[in-house]
């Protein structure tokens, strides 16, 4: 068995992160912020502890963290909050999204599973570590310096060359792109509080709650049954608040 960690230039200059587990099945893409991480969430507990901010989450139309609407007359909070998103710390223990560990460690069972995300260069490091410790099944981290490539395309630009039989996302905008070129899609929740521009190819989106029905509907098509979320706990003995 071996993993592997990829970095990825985008012509933008945001950087995309990858890592990968040793080819077991289909392919699978799956994002990492608001798809696996609840990064929206670790941001509103941020901003209620540093400046007693009391958000929601609709809060937070944009992909961009860190041009937050109702921030736009705060630019001290604005730049201490785009600093904090450049910090590897910040991404240390951000919450996962429930039901998540379990989804991906039933895909991984039948796929190969690759996490691809835009989150800047020095948070590289911390988040292998956070996929490590959430998704151990999925991979084991090497040192990035060991096997790393450099791409110009844009994220679903690259994600067309991967040829994955679907891929998860959260980001309107990025299943928009990737619709369109033909790869099928499961937009997850709706957070953005905003729909699909009338362009997309319809025909490859699934609309899904979360990550753990895209991955319901993955195993389907293999003839594995995953329980629903609240069933998978109550037979783990755990107890629904």
Known sequence: MWTFL?????????HLYMTSRT??????SVDIDGTVADTVLHIIQFLERRFNLDTKPADYPNFDFSKIPFL???????????????DPRFYADIPVV???EKAIAALIDAYTVKFISSRPQPTW??????????????????????QFAYYTERKAAYIHKLRPVAVIEDNPDR???????????FKVGNRYQRSLPRQTNFRY?????????????????????????????????????
Do not use: C
Request: no cysteine; proline share 6%; hydrophobic share 45%.
């Open 6 to 14: 990829l970095r990825i230039q985008l012509d933008s200059g945001i």
């Open 23 to 28: 080819l077991r099945g289909p392919l699978v």
């Open 72 to 86: 736009e007359d705060n630019p001290a909070i604005q730049a201490e909050l785009r600093m904090r998103l450049r």
């Open 98 to 100: 429930a039901g998540a």
């Open 125 to 146: 490091q911390m988040t292998g570590m956070w996929l490590a410790k959430h998704f151990p099944r999925a991979l084991a981290l090497l040192d990035p310096q060991e």
């Open 175 to 185: 299943v928009h792109e990737i619709a369109n070129r033909r790869i099928p899609v």
């Open 205 to 241: 989106v699934h609309e899904v709650k979360d990550v753990y029905e895209a991955a319901q509907r993955l195993l389907k098509y293999k003839g594995i049954n995953l329980p629903d979320l609240v069933e998978a706990r109550q037979v783990a003995g755990h107890k629904e608040i």
